[in-house]
T-cell receptor, first 113, second 117 residues
Framework: EDKVVQSPLSLVVHEGDTVTLNCSYE??????LLWYKQEKKAPTFLFML????IEKKSGRLSSILDKKELSSILNITATQTGDSAIYLC?????????????FGTGTRLTIIP | DGGITQSPKYLFRKEGQNVTLSCEQN?????MYWYRQDPGQGLRLIYY???????QKGDIAEGYSVSREKKESFPLTVTSAQKNPTAFYLC????????????????FGPGTRLTVT
């Protein structure tokens, strides 16, 4: 059974801190790993990672994939209250042309002013 | 504006009734998806469709049905056979893996919160 596990489940930090969120996976037919941010309702796309060791960066957010360790991290530096959200990791699987995303449970990040 | 709409935002039903959730997109995407979100469970795939008139079961399809008669629309019916239907339902769309403009990014609708009592 395909599995995506995120840790920690919940994290509370002060504004200005740096956080690292983890995602590990045990799947067959891995294609890519994606990160989403979910604030109130719908998730919004952050990054897609396909190659190991190549960092993707967007402002204060960055992410990297380690295919050997079957994991990815999402870093947020100089956190702000607007970063408070659930961060979802998803793995894109490809099986004979059928592609689907399998999601982790998410990490709930709370930034205290 | 391009996007995905889901209606209604909140839906209340009595146990034993079928209910249909609407999902419409004007992004010209071939692929559409339905997910269910429960606390502590992340998003779980119910059904997906990569082209009109074709759809596949996801991980938790039992008790649900879908249709894909038009590219823009992918309604989900929660039947009375679904044992625990109260949840937050999210619809998403993306370009098709077979298309030249394929992107793995999925665009999500605002969701429908279904409560069955």
């Amino acid at each position: 059974e395909d599995k995506v596990v995120q840790s920690p489940l919940s994290l509370v930090v002060h504004e200005g801190d740096t956080v690292t969120l983890n995602c590990s996976y045990e799947v067959t037919n891995f294609r890519s790993l994606l990160w989403y941010k979910q604030e109130k309702k719908a998730p919004t796309f952050l990054f897609m990672l396909t190659s190991s060791g190549i960092e993707k960066k967007s402002g204060r957010l960055s992410s990297i994939l380690d295919k050997k360790e079957l994991s990815s991290i999402l870093n947020i530096t100089a956190t702000q209250t607007g970063d408070s959200a659930i961060y979802l990791c998803a793995v894109l699987l490809s099986n004979f042309g059928n592609e689907k995303l399998t999601f982790g449970t998410g990490t709930r990040l709370t930034i205290i002013p | 504006d391009g996007g995905i709409t889901q209606s209604p935002k909140y839906l209340f039903r009595k146990e034993g009734q079928n209910v249909t959730l609407s999902c419409e997109q004007n992004l010209n995407h071939d692929a559409m998806y339905w997910y269910r979100q429960d606390p502590g469970q992340g998003l779980r795939l119910i059904y997906y469709s990569q082209i009109v008139n074709d759809f596949q079961k996801g991980d938790i399809a039992e008790g649900y049905s879908v249709s894909r008669e038009k590219k823009e629309s992918f309604p989900l019916t929660v039947t009375s056979a679904q044992k625990n239907p109260t949840a937050f339902y999210l619809c998403a769309s993306s370009t098709s893996p077979q298309g030249a403009a394929f992107s793995y990014e999925q665009y999500f609708g605002p969701g429908t919160r279904l409560t069955v009592t």
